[in-house]
């Protein structure tokens, strides 16, 4: 990808990112209407003022990537409606499930490779550990850190634990850069599932309601 100024976050870290020459998630549900919207200005606000990746392909897989957990959210939402006819309980349950897949799936907190295998096999069924995934890769691949001055050595500097995104990218996500077209479609398939799953609980609740 094309090379970009650098970018230096505030804080006495000095962190200094230098964009190579190679070619950042939440699923609770909307309450306002026109999620697709929403989703988008929600990306061009974050990479505005979070100072993200702004090459015109990355923001667009960024803003893939948060347009799938606000439809996920609302289907889910859809789906649990069929089952809990209160809105509160409803929306309360949507958003600790995301608190839960954020915690177990993105591997924020904790590697999920360090996770016991119980949360290792639950982060799989979660969308935030693909959203998390994509965002990850999307941003760190192709650069190059720095600590302070360009001109010190990252060597001599221990606040430099990566000198390369790649690095960071397989400590925190091993693997993620080859599955990235995976991820994709594995987080865009979760919307026709709970398309399908809320069809046939209304179908069931229209045919327990009927009898």
Do not use: W
Not at 105 to 128: D, H
Not at 149 to 154: G, K, L, Y
Not at 157 to 184: D, H, L, V
Request: proline share 6%; aromatic share 10%; charged share 10%.
């Amino acid at each position: 990808m094309g090379d970009l100024s650098s970018l230096t976050p505030g804080g006495s870290m000095g962190l200094q990112v230098n964009r190579g020459s190679q070619s950042s998630l939440e699923g609770a549900p909307a309450t306002a209407p026109e999620p697709h919207s929403l989703g988008i200005l929600h990306a061009s606000y974050s990479v505005r003022t979070l100072g993200l990746h702004p090459e015109v392909a990355r923001f667009g897989y960024f803003s893939a990537a948060l347009l799938a957990p606000h439809l996920i959210g609302e289907f889910l939402t859809l789906v649990l409606l069929g089952i809990v006819q209160n809105p509160n309980i409803v929306n309360s349950v949507v958003a600790l499930l995301s608190i839960a897949g954020v915690l177990v799936g993105s591997g924020f907190l904790r590697n999920i490779q360090e996770m016991p295998i119980p949360f290792k096999i639950i982060s799989y069924f979660t969308f935030q550990k693909y959203c998390s995934e994509i965002l990850v890769v999307n941003e760190f691949y192709g650069l190059n850190f720095t600590c302070g001055s360009s001109n010190v050595s990252v060597t001599t500097n221990p606040m430099c634990a990566f000198t390369q995104g790649i690095q960071f990218i397989e400590k925190t996500c091993p693997g993620a850069t080859s599955r990235f077209t995976m991820n994709f479609l594995i987080l865009y398939s979760f919307i026709p599932a709970l398309v399908i799953l809320g069809i046939v609980v209304f179908k069931i609740r229209d045919h327990l309601i009927s009898r």
